[in-house]
């Protein structure tokens, strides 16, 4: 007679790190989902917990809180956009102002769902009030770098042509994140490239 063991074999250490892993993943892809469509204040931690599929205790063994949802959230838009930044400034053989546009454009392409839900939650007073101080910080980092870009391709007034840059950036993602399949988004990318890059410092 053969007996079957009922022994469970435990987890290897990475095992565990890779469900870990999967579990926070579920967590903040729920969270975005319903900040996105009951608003941050109206979201309850449970409802998160429910919607990835786990129990709310397990919520808290990876988030202390709701707000920490929030900040890991945008944390991740980013590092996202400062990698971008890091592309176009590190191109020969200078800055370039159409790296940056282009990757910026591959990042939304590459996980629209992800930015369509960015967009959608990110100008909540809520959310606003939430990140606070540290939304600020993001907005002065990412304008610090277009600035020093900018100076680097010429602009006699970099920081103000900073301000420029990115709400044409940021709009063209935002269009393009939104109507995925109808927004002529490389075709526009290629008319804002134009724009900055026909420019002479001279001229600017």
Sequence with gaps: MIVQSTLRV??????????????????????????????????????????????????????????????????????????????????????????????????????????????????QPAVVATLGATLDGWRDAIIGSLTELLRRNGSPQPALDALALFAQIDGLCQHFAIQPTTYPVDDAADRVIARWTMARPEAW
Excluded: C
């Design 10 to 123: 435990p987890r290897t250490a990475s095992q565990n790190a890779a469900l870990r892993s999967a579990t926070r993943e579920r967590l903040l892809a729920a969270a975005m989902r319903r900040f996105a469509a009951d608003g941050f204040d109206a979201t309850s931690v449970r409802a998160i917990a429910t919607d990835a599929g786990v129990a709310t205790g397990l919520l808290y063994a990876h988030f202390d809180s709701k707000n920490t949802l929030l900040f890991a959230l945008f944390a991740r838009s980013m590092q996202q956009v400062h990698g971008t930044l890091g592309d176009a400034m590190r191109a020969a053989p200078q800055p370039s102002i159409a790296v940056l546009i282009r990757a910026a454009v591959q990042a939304v392409r590459a996980d629209v769902d992800f930015w369509r839900l960015t967009y959608a939650v990110r100008m």
